[in-house]
């Protein structure tokens, strides 16, 4: 329907009361004044300037809303996130000790430690027990806020991204303000174990743990306050103090302070502590066994930085400046040089080189005869070695029964992990095999004063056609004695001999003296041409010193877990079967002698002791032998070039006998003098006629001879020669 009113006009009842509705309100006055004052007051249009900051203002209140949510959004996700680290978290004692890899402590026969291998923890230690010094150190040098944040320091963080810029580098790179509990938490790898199954290797797992990208270093900081609210500051400092590397394979203060200092973390001085402290930064680089002078100065830098937050007073930091820490005598060794190198080779590698567990290795050092033999070695080459020479030289000292006391494989001495001349170079020998030729005939019954003709040799060698050996002077004695043949190092005697009593023989004697590779099938086998390590040659010397009973060099006396009183094993060398028999090693070592005493050797003399011993020259003298002993100690010497460049002037009766008087000289201090083993041959003599008749006129009684074996001088002497011993021919023995 449609509104009937509409276009209607009001009625007139409507228009009386609205009439006087009007009426019924009074009017005011109204003057021009008042007129044009509501002119004035008429609406008008509101500035465009008005609309902006209102606009400006809803936008900054938008704006303060959303990011009050997001904050309380993050924080409440934050707290969630740190709140999961927090429950993941052992407890600290769990913490303490983080290596993947065992330790290894060697100790010398004293049973003092000398070396150190594997990942040295010297055992947990607390932020309380360290010293003072120490523990100021470490804060002062890596985060001096440490006791005031909440595991970030905000400022520390500026700081480093603005020295970065300053230094051209990226705001990440370089400088990166972690705090204590920051670094801790690396060292944790976030609580990721390591897990052999799951890396390449435990140098994969930890530069994963290293990484720097900014998502890491988020969940680092994350997982640093996690750490903060579940530990005390001095418990996140004990961490740290226990797990970060400080070099020298030392990880731990404890094993830092036994490592460099030989005493403990709780009793380092202020310059001590300083130079651990220091060592964070940088271990491997700055540890004071690589490089003394620059760790000292480290430290330095650290005593300043612990005055200047009042840990050290002004005269205390002075003090320690001008009396910097030095290392212990242990340390100065670094860590046991070839040696220590060697008996970890020969012990099982889970227990040596790839242990978990902590292991201590009892020794055959003697840390006063190691010494002698480095001092020696330098004396010689200081003196009577041209300056800048590459030649090199390498020694061994034993005991008859074959343990080692002491070992130098290069003039480098305080060294390791690098070659060793004395148990892996392999050298020909020259004449210093000779002996076990002369071994292999007295075994046979020869005696030293058997003659043999020194004169011109060719024998015809199967496939290589004649050989005709000579001797170093280049000319011949003729017909001398064996023991005069061993004297004088002539080299055709001892192919005659070696021919005679077979060279399957000669092979075998020197074999089962622990010589030990290939030796050459030809002749020239009694010529040293067979190559051998000096360990071994030593450790054969060692053989005929202790009466003709091969050993076996060893320098390890038993190993055992720490904390353990049984061993796990025992040592693996020592004398081993008999080779020849006492007789003819008597006369064998009087033989030698005469070698020292008469012969090429008189260099090798000190002390009016008996010594005994051979030289060795090479063919063009790439190699130098003199391997020698006393009564109580067999010493080796090997001199030549890495590269087998011939030596100038060096002959085994030279510079080597010259490095092995001065080595035994020191090693002989305060040791009596004693007689060498050695038996001189019996001379037999022809029975003294009757006494005859006064008239008659008698020839004079023939002089009583030494009964002598003639060695044939030829092949075909050689072999009727044989033919007869296998008959009965031969001399009476």
Known sequence: MSDSRKGRKPLVAERRYASQRTKAVPKKPTSKKTKATKRKASPRKVPSRNIFVRLFRWILRLIWIITWRVTAVACVGLALIVGYYWTTLPDVTALLDGRARGSVTLMDREDTVYAWRGDQFGGAVRAETVSPALKNAVVATEDKRFFRHFGLSPRGIASAVRINLNEGRGPLSGHGGSTITQQTAKLLCLGDEYVASEWKNEAAYVADCRRGSLQRKAKEAVYAMAMEAKYSKNEILSIYLNRAYMGGGAYGAEAAAQRYFGKSASAVSPAEGAMIAGLLTAPSRLAPTSDLERSQSRAATVLRLMGEQDYLSSAEVAQWQQNPATLSTAARRKAGGYFADWVMSTGPEFFTRNTTEDVIIRTTLDQRLQRAAEEALDEVFKTKVREGSKAQAAIVVMSADGAVRAMVGGRESRVSGVFNRAIQAERQTGSAFKPFVYAAALELGYSPLDTVDDAPLTLDIPGSGPWSPRNYTNDYKGRVTLVEALKDSLNIP???????????????????????????????????????????????????????????????????????????????????????????????????????????????????????????????????????????????????????????????????????????????????????PMIAPIVVAAPEPAPAPAPQQQAPAPQPQPQQREVPRTTEGLIEMLVREVLGGGRDR
């Open 494 to 676: 001892a192919v005659k001999v070696s021919e005679s009593v077979g060279r399957d023989l000669v092979r075998r004697v020197a074999t089962d003296f622990g010589i030990d590779g290939d030796m050459a099938d030809g002749p020239a086998l009694a010529l040293g041409a067979s190559e051998s390590t000096l360990l071994d040659m030593t450790g054969a010397y060692a053989g005929i010193l202790n009466g003709g009973s091969s050993v076996t060099p060893y320098g390890l006396v038993d190993l055992r877990l720490k904390g353990d009183q049984e061993p796990l094993m025992g040592t693996g060398g020592g004398i081993r079967e008999r080779v020849i028999n006492d007789k003819a090693a008597g006369e064998l070592i009087w033989m030698m002698e005469k070698v020292v005493s008469e012969g090429t050797g008189g260099r090798a003399q000190f002390g009016g002791r008996e010594i005994a011993g051979k030289t060795g020259t090479t063919q063009a003298a790439r190699d130098a032998w003199f391997i020698g002993f006393t009564a109580d100690y067999v010493a080796g010497v090997w001199m030549g070039y890495d590269d087998n460049t011939p030596l100038s002037g060096v002959t085994g009766g030279g510079l080597p006998a010259e490095i092995w008087r001065e080595t035994m000289v020191r090693v002989h201090e305060g040791v009596p003098v004693k007689p060498l």
